[in-house]
């Protein structure tokens, strides 16, 4: 059996849409999926202590289930790319913070593959950056950091289908959850 966690942002829970559906898409392909949800308020996000703030929020959870889970995070949640790269587990990046240094170095350490998914209109989304850390990047052209895009509202719910999709694929290509 496999496991997922998600691992939430700062604003929204793990019940949000981009973490629900995410989540779900494992949960579909036989995986427990454990939300997490912060226990406390967290530390300024701009300042390197949030990295290990994140940690130890998050790394009981991730210790308690068996396996390599897949970690699912957004935005806040990215700070745990340190995690994934020290224990090799594959990840879906949400809106990562790859303006961050700490956050764009632990994905530049990690040996195991992970989906980056963001927009051209978020202020911590780099374009050229995502696509030299990962060969899976899902781009949104427009899209901000909730991954909303000019226009109807049906058309950021499109969008929201093609991370669903992205995410399907990813975890396809890396054969995610293996068999035994």
Do not use: C
Not at 138 to 156: I, N, Q
């Amino acid at each position: 059996m496999a496991d997922a966690v998600v691992i939430p942002g700062g604003r929204f829970g793990p019940g949000a849409p981009l973490l629900m559906y995410a989540g779900d898409v494992a949960e579909q392909r036989g995986a427990t999926v454990h939300r997490y949800s912060w226990s406390q308020e967290f530390p300024k996000l701009d300042q390197p202590e949030i990295e290990s703030w994140v940690g130890g929020e998050i790394t009981p959870l991730i210790d308690s289930v068996s396996g390599r889970p897949l970690l699912i995070g957004k935005s806040l949640g990215t700070n745990a790319a340190a995690i994934a790269a020290e224990r090799a587990l594959p990840a879906v990046w949400l809106t990562p913070l790859l303006t961050l240094p700490w956050v764009a170095d632990a994905l530049g350490r990690a040996t195991a593959p992970f989906l980056l998914v963001g927009g051209t209109a978020d202020k911590v989304w780099d374009s050229e950056l995502a696509r030299r850390l990962s060969p899976h990047v899902l781009e949104v052209e427009g899209a901000d950091h909730g991954m909303y895009v000019p226009g109807p509202l049906t058309e950021s719910i499109a969008v929201l289908n093609r991370v669903v999709v992205a995410v399907d694929e990813f975890l396809d290509a890396i054969g995610w959850p293996s068999q035994p």
